[in-house]
């Protein structure tokens, strides 16, 4: 190897070694949030979201960070939120913001922000760029749920549908000698375990009616407007059996309708009811 040759090769050497520095420097930093997803109760007030710096730490370095809209609104659920978040030269670990969150009267179930981190210098956003905070409605709400299943029928009417006979309303024919079977679920709608009263119409001159619960008849309680369910968790049912018969006097086009009430016992404001109708059949 000539002399010539060996200067090029130190040179290249040379070149590689000053290099070095900038390879690394060009890796930069990695920002991300610490979770893809955050929750908060609705009366916690705020949240506090944390943002992690790894990767290179030469230098310092920056990343912004944003609120945005999922299912709840900005100024009526959480207060927007925006801006930078700094890391000096040779740290590394989180930086935190926060996001304050508005109790809101009605009761709206969960809803969710977007959290977004965009604009980084000295780095790039990470796989965790971006993240979802729910914030839980944490109110305890009480609503006894009605449905009815007809006869014949293979499901139940009146789901989520509350203090309205539309929707909630089954009709048959029954001929004299015969009786018809309607079924009425009690479901429990709200989020905390409670009790419902129950209550429904005794029989006519011309209609029987009966109620139970299994093979125990419950009809002097019920009509007594003096039933009750177990306590129910939140989402648990209880079932009643409605049997209602044309009596001897009955005759061709006499109807019989009989509204089925339940009353939650912890919220004397929530209650729910359905109707059983039933018209007299031509032999």
């Known amino acids: 190897m000539n002399r010539r040759t060996r200067w090029m090769l130190v040179a290249v050497?040379?070149?590689f070694l000053v290099g070095l520095p900038s390879l690394a420097s060009a890796a930069g930093s990695v920002f991300d949030f610490d979770s893809a997803e955050y929750s908060?109760?609705?009366?916690?007030?705020s949240v506090t979201i944390h943002v992690l710096r790894s990767g290179s730490l030469a230098g310092a370095a920056t990343v912004d960070y944003h609120t945005s809209d999922g299912t709840a609104t900005a100024g009526e659920d959480y207060t927007a939120t925006s801006g930078t978040l700094t890391w000096a030269d040779g740290q590394g670990g989180d930086m935190t913001f926060a996001v304050a969150i508005t109790p809101n009267p009605p009761v709206d179930g969960d809803e969710t922000v977007e959290l977004t981190l965009d604009n980084p210098t000295g780095g790039a956003v990470g796989a965790t760029g971006t993240a979802e905070l729910t914030i839980q409605d944490d109110r305890i709400t009480y609503q006894p749920d009605l449905?009815?299943?007809?006869?014949?029928?293979?499901s139940y009417i009146g789901d989520n549908v509350y203090n309205t006979l539309v929707g909630q309303t089954s009709s048959t024919r029954v001929k004299k000698g015969r009786s018809k079977t309607f079924y009425v679920k009690f479901q429990n709608d709200g989020n905390d375990s409670d009790r419902f009263g129950s209550r429904g119409k005794h029989g006519?001159?011309?209609?029987?009616?009966?109620?139970?619960?299994?093979?125990?008849?419950i009809s002097r309680t019920i009509i007594a407007g003096a039933g009750q369910t177990p306590v129910l968790a939140p989402g648990a049912t209880w079932i009643m059996k409605v049997v209602i018969a044309p009596k001897r006097a009955a005759r061709a086009g006499n109807t019989y309708s009989d509204v089925i009430s339940g009353q939650s016992q912890s919220d004397a404001t929530k209650g729910d009811r359905v109707q059983l109708n039933a018209k007299v059949a031509a032999s």
């Open 147 to 154: 449905l009815v299943k007809g006869p014949g029928r293979a």
């Open 13 to 15: 050497f040379a070149a």
């Open 40 to 45: 908060v109760g609705e009366n916690d007030g």
């Open 204 to 217: 006519s001159t011309t209609f029987s009616v009966q109620y139970f619960h299994g093979t125990k008849n």
